[in-house]
């Protein structure tokens, strides 16, 4: 039987604005509450995967991706529930705004931390660890550039705050066996986005986390409190695939129907009215209606 994983908790954006990428503060410190008033324990993800990921009863770790300022805002809930926290920087970012190349424009542009605010937070319990140099999407980087981005993006963090910076997270949770083995010779440890606990059984170069948008409610945070969350999160990624595949079916057949209009075509065939042929062709189901279909 697999073993009881550890659920690695992965912000972003703290802010109320109700975005995707974004948790109400109000209500991340609700969950740190619930969490330590049930006996649950701040795990460091380092020390956790030196000692060789082993199971912890009723543990839990907080990430936050990108770096963003708004961060400032929660540092006195991690202190007052004696917490510790993983930040993935975007060296060649920091100080600047998550407007990157790529950057979905459904999430709302928002400040990072600069280096001093960095400095500032590593004593409230915060350790630092790298998101590559640009936030670009690496399996799409040639080899020069991959390792620009992941070997680049450690060096400059160890060098402007001076201590070990042994972790790394794919941006936008991407990766691939290429990007994987360039991870490897340089960090101890690379998360992804997969949905699920993360445990010794997974490669520690692909571990999995829990991103906050899945415990935004009670009931969600109920289910992690009371252990019942990884059968939960199984059901949520069978939907993934679901949606995942559903996509890739209508890109199908949005091709396949664009190759077939460039065909040349008759106004109707032997033996065909064109009213017959027109009427025909209403049967024909659009791409978007039939991707809401398969949404349902």
């Not at 073993?3 to 974004?22: C, E, F, R």
């Not at 770790?61 to 510790?84: C, H, K, M, P």
């Not at 595949?245 to 949005?254: E, N, P, R, V, Y």
């Amino acid at each position: 039987m697999r073993p009881h994983g550890l659920p690695i908790l992965t912000y972003h954006d703290i802010d109320a604005n109700g975005a995707v990428t974004s948790t109400d503060p109000a209500w991340f410190a609700e969950t740190l509450h619930a969490l330590h008033e049930s006996g649950y324990r701040c795990v460091d993800l380092q020390e956790w995967i030196l000692a060789g990921r082993p199971p912890v009863d009723r543990g839990y770790a907080l990430t936050f991706d990108d770096g963003y300022r708004s961060i400032l805002e929660i540092a006195d809930v991690l202190v007052r529930y004696q917490a510790t926290a993983t930040v993935f920087l975007v060296s060649d970012r920091v100080g600047q705004d998550n407007d990157w190349p790529g950057q979905p424009a459904w999430v709302p542009r928002a400040a990072l931390l600069d280096w001093s605010e960095i400095e500032g937070l590593h004593p409230l319990g915060f350790g630092f660890a790298a998101h590559g140099r640009t936030h670009c999407r690496l399996d799409r980087c040639d080899d020069v550039t991959l390792i620009e981005e992941i070997q680049g993006s450690r060096l400059a963090l160890e060098d402007r705050l001076g201590r070990a910076c042994p972790l790394f997270a794919y941006p936008y949770g991407i990766s691939t066996p290429r990007v994987r083995d360039a991870v490897v010779p340089h960090f101890d440890g690379a998360f992804g986005t997969r949905l699920d606990l993360a445990d010794a059984q997974q490669c520690v170069h692909e571990l999995s986390r829990v991103d906050a948008y899945y415990l935004r409610s009670e009931r969600a945070l109920s289910r992690l409190i009371h252990g019942r969350l990884q059968a939960w999160l199984s059901m949520r990624r069978a939907l993934r695939e679901i949606r995942r595949l559903s996509s890739d079916a209508i890109a199908c057949f949005s091709r396949d129907r664009s190759s077939f209009r460039s065909e040349p075509t008759f106004t109707s065939a032997p033996g065909e009215s064109p009213q017959q042929n027109s009427e025909a062709g209403q049967h024909h189901v659009r791409p978007r209606q039939a991707s809401a279909a398969l949404h349902l």
